[in-house]
Structures are given as C-alpha cells and as structure tokens.
C-alpha cells in the first residue's frame, strides 16, 4: 500500500491532486487541520494535511505526538553567554549562516512592523485584525518587556523547548523594553547565534587517515544504535575510503549480530564478535593494525540497571582511549533523557548522537539536554536509509528550526521537512 501526507491551503486544492496522483481509487485516510507554527504563526493561516493511501487496508502511517509530561530538569553547570549581544550572535562566519540570517531578519521585521500596528490599534481602540481570521494562538502570560522578544520565548516553547532553556536563551534581552529602540537586527542574531553557540563544536570523527581510532557506541535499547553504526560505515568507508573494522558486543540480541555482519559483508568490512569484556583488547589489536577506524557496537543498556550499567563499564575500560558516543531517540520524554544522559555520564564522557528525528514533531528534546548538560550533539539521524538519513549536527538548521524559520514550520528531518 502506498501511504502520502499532502499539504496545502485546502480540501479543495489538494484534492485534484491526490487523485492525479494516487488514482481515482484512493482512499482518504484522515484529514486535519494544521495551525501555523513558528515565530510568525500569528500572521499566517493554518492548513490542511490530507493521508491518503492506494489502496485499502487496516495498516497505516499513524500521525501521532509525543504527550505531554511533567519534566525534571538535570542540575548540572551552565555554561555563561556572553553579556554582549554582538559577541554573542557571531557564532559562525559561514555563508550558510549568513544566508540563513538574511531570511530570519528578513522575517523578523515583518512581524515587528505587525507587532507594531497591533499595539497602535490597541491604543487607538481598533483592531487591525481582519474579522475573517482566525483567532490567534494563545500565547504565554507576558515574560519579556519586549514583543519581539516575547515572540522568540513563545515559538521556542511552541517547538517544546523547555521555558528554563529558553529564558536562558533569552537571559541578555530580559532588560530590552520596548521604548529602548534596540535594532531588530540585534536580537536576531542574539537569539539565533546564542542557539548556535551552545549547539557548535561537538566531537566529530576524524576522517583523515593516519592512527587508528576507536569509536564507542552505546545507549538504551531501541534507539538506533546498530542502524546508525551502519550508516557511519557506509559514509566513512565509501565516501571517505577509510578501512573500518567493527567490532560488537552486542550478543543479547542475535538479530543485532546478524544485521550487523550484513553491513560487513555489503561493505567489505572485517567484523568480530565479543563476548566478554577480556576479548576486546586482542580483536582490538589485530583490527587496528590494518584499520583506519573500529567501531564498537554495544548491547543497550537501561540506566535503571546498575549491574548492566557496570558490565559495560568494564567493557570501555578495555577501550580507554576510544571516543564514546551516547545514541539517545529524541523522541523519548525529556524526564527520561535527562536521566538517561546523567546515569551514562557516570560511567565516561561522551558526545551525542540523536535519532529518530524524522518522528519527532518539534526538536526542543535536543537542545534541552544540549543545554541543560553542556552535552554535545555530533550527529542526528532521520530515516532508515543507510547511509542517506544521517549527518554531522547543523546548528544553523536547528537554531531556525527553533525559532520556526522552516517551511510551514515543519522541522527540517520531519516528513514534509527539506533536508
């Protein structure tokens, strides 16, 4: 059965095309309407999303959030942004970053030039908000003296930011009011460059050839972990032309093994198999003779287990100079990845890598732990093409998908996302 979501203005314009499209005997699985999102939902319409499918059947694509939860946050160190606004927003020089910047300020001033006629119609006593409109969203009691900046803490919850990372995000603009004239162009690239400053610099791996490294992966079950080993493979092996060992641990679940091993031969990759932490050090020797990388596949590990939590500890202490990356879902509650990332952060440091982006209605869960642990996103993952759904963290992208920069507000690794 083929299943498409379709996006437009109405039932009516989308209509003709999903029957062009999909036949005359398409079936209409679900028919919603999408309010706007982003740091200008005020002034746009909402739209309809139309499922349909070829054919009949009982299975299809379940379009389903994450619910809402009470959260915790982790009580570690924040890193200090710096006091001056211009410092603080020159995060990168790149062009994409430039670009990107032309489009949010861009934006930005139309929706001050709105703010503004808004609030002389509340002066005046008329509104200025067409009687056929709908109603807008209701935003978050007034925290900041400034509408503009209010606009930037409202959109970041909208894409479930957390209201402490977002006020921290915020915390150099807490003082800009409305009557101090402050260029828009500042607060834009305060917002958006301190969004990239937390996110920038994470621990990547090395793509030229020369010592051997060895790379650690592991995280709770269910995330992903042998998908996206697989995926680095591919990358680093055909891409790049490195030679890259694998070595699993991964030994509770045999389908792991087997997946593993069918990556290997595809690829050409040498692969071994441990089963006890005492074996690493001699299949780690033999494969970093004539490796340029070896990654090492461990089994999940639950964080409420302190054994399980153990044995892999002895296993990276066979490993002491490898790279470790925790593989996290970000489609799992916030409470949860909180003490998922503090649980392992016992164990050793490390750098992160998030899946499952492509579920995810919003991205807030990853800046959250990013910011809240001073932990760093390396790579993200949004589908199970191997290797096309992977790649190094683009802060850019996630600071404008934060801020609602995206097409119809959709996150750019969602469905109807651009990547």
Known sequence: ?????????????????????????????????????????????????????????????????????EYTPLHVERKTLSADL?????????????????????????????????ESAKRTGKSQIDAG?????????????????????????????????????????????????????????????????????????????????????????????TTTIAKLSSVLALKHGLRVGLITADTYRIAAVEQLKTYADILGLDIRVIYSPQEMPDHLRALRAKCDLVLVDTAGRSHKNQESLNELKALLETVPDGIRYLVLSVTTRYEDLCKIVSSYDQLSDFNLIFTKLDEAEALGSLMNICCLTGKKTAYVTFGQNVPDDLEAIKPDKIAKSLLGLTDGGIHPYSEGGSR
Request: negative net charge; proline residues 4%.
């Open 86 to 118: 211009v410092e603080s927003s020159s995060a990168s020089g790149s062009a994409a970053i430039e670009e990107s910047m032309t489009l949010l300020l861009r934006e930005a001033r139309k929706a001050a030039n709105q703010i503004e006629h808004e």
């Open 1 to 69: 059965m083929k299943v498409k979501r379709y996006e437009g203005k109405s039932e009516a314009a989308l209509m003709p095309i999903i029957f062009e499209e999909m036949g005359a005997n398409a079936t209409i699985i679900s028919v919603k309407q999408k309010p706007s999102k982003g740091l200008f939902k005020l002034f746009k319409k909402s739209t309809v999303v139309i499922t349909a499918a070829s054919e009949e059947d009982e299975e299809f694509l379940s379009l389903m959030s994450q619910p809402e939860a």
């Open 133 to 225: 409109t709908d109603a807008a969203p209701v935003q978050s009691a007034k925290k900041y003296k400034h509408s503009m900046v209010q606009l930037f803490y409202d959109t970041m919850l909208t894409q479930e930011v957390r209201p402490e990372v977002a006020a921290f995000i915020l915390r150099e603009l807490e003082s800009v009011d409305e009557a101090s004239q402050v260029d828009v162009k500042l607060l834009v690239k305060a917002v958006y460059g301190n969004i990239v400053d937390i996110l920038k610099n994470p621990t990547l791996i090395d793509t030229n050839k020369g010592s051997a490294q060895t790379i650690v992966f592991m995280g709770p079950t269910g995330v992903g972990k």
